[in-house]
Nanobody, 123 residues
Framework: QVQLVESGGGLVQPGESLRLSCEAS????????VGWFRQAPGLEREGVLC????????YYADSAKGRFTVSRDNAKNTAYLQMNSLKSEDTAVYYC????????????????WGQGTQVTVSS
């Protein structure tokens, strides 16, 4: 059974950090690009960034540049989203998703989605 499970969300104060994990099961992660998305209440889901299986990282959200980084450990079938200097506007449900090989920027190219993990940034 193909499954993606995000974890690591929680409540933090502005300026703090979180690391989210996206663990895949039922298939191997190495042939997929891993995208991270988020959805805040009342807003549409937006892309944050993506790490390809072949050609690096693509940032979808300018607000993530300089604060968020992404990595992957194919041996553990897991990808990570490191979020630093968090702001209240980063509050959202964060999702990971997979598409074949590279980061196309096409939302509809993502084949598999996790259930999401809540990140709340508040003082």
């Amino acid at each position: 059974q193909v499954q993606l499970v995000e974890s690591g969300g929680g409540l933090v104060q502005p300026g703090e950090s979180l690391r989210l994990s996206c663990e895949a099961s039922g298939f191997t992660l190495d042939r997929y690009a891993v995208g991270w998305f988020r959805q805040a209440p009342g807003l549409e889901r937006e892309g944050v960034l993506c790490i390809s299986s072949i050609d690096g990282v693509t940032y979808y959200a300018d607000s993530a540049k300089g604060r968020f980084t992404v990595s992957r450990d194919n041996a553990k079938n897991t990808a990570y989203l490191q979020m630093n200097s968090l702001k209240s506007e980063d509050t959202a449900v964060y999702y990971c998703a997979l598409e074949q090989l590279s980061c196309s920027g096409n939302y509809f190219a993502y084949e598999y989605w996790g259930q999401g993990t809540q990140v709340t940034v508040s003082s």
